[in-house]
């Protein structure tokens, strides 16, 4: 890891970043923002570690906890809550075996995240499947989708 992270800092001095580049580098790298990686930034720039929380908490963007390798993104904003949206979510779950107030998989295949919105209403209700979007989203499709992904997997074991 801190091979990792003392590349990311090199790059971070060479461009004379900010604190959203250490942390958007340390994402790409990690899918997350590990709490090593905050503490060892904080000591080699003398930057408070509540300066790197404040900004990861504030974005969207950033995540403190390790995901999944397949990432389900629920827009939950006005429209896709009118189409459904959560009646989805709540099929998505269930397909997943996660218990309400998890967002991953123990087995870290699938991470299942809400958002206020994605700004694609027209096409509500919309999830994103590993950066991919999906509109006018049905259960039926939804389900498809994820167990193709479990079946992929079962084939490369």
Same mark, same amino acid.
């Given at each position: 890891m801190k091979e990792k992270l003392n590349k990311i800092l090199q790059e971070y001095k060479t461009?004379?970043?900010?604190?959203?580049?250490?942390?958007?580098?340390?994402?790409?790298? *990690?899918?997350?923002?590990?709490?090593?990686?905050?503490?060892? *930034?904080?000591?080699?720039?003398?930057?408070?570690?509540?300066? *790197?929380y404040g900004v990861a908490t504030f974005y969207a963007q950033f995540h403190l906890n390790p995901r999944g390798k397949h990432v389900i993104t629920a827009c939950c904003g006005t429209a896709c809550h009118v189409k459904g949206s959560e009646r989805l979510i709540n099929g998505l779950r269930m397909e997943l075996g996660l218990a309400e107030g998890h967002e991953t998989t123990a087995d870290m295949e699938f991470t299942l995240e809400k958002v206020n919105c994605v700004g694609a209403c027209s096409i509500a209700p919309v999830f994103i499947i590993n950066k991919k979007v999906y509109g006018k989203s049905t259960s039926d499709r939804l389900i498809k989708e994820v167990r193709s992904m479990k079946e992929a997997k079962q084939a490369d074991a």
């Open positions: 461009k004379e970043a900010n604190i959203i580049y250490l942390l958007q580098e340390t994402e790409e790298v *990690f899918g997350y923002i590990p709490r090593e990686a905050v503490d060892y *930034f904080a000591e080699e720039l003398s930057i408070a570690p509540s300066r *790197f």
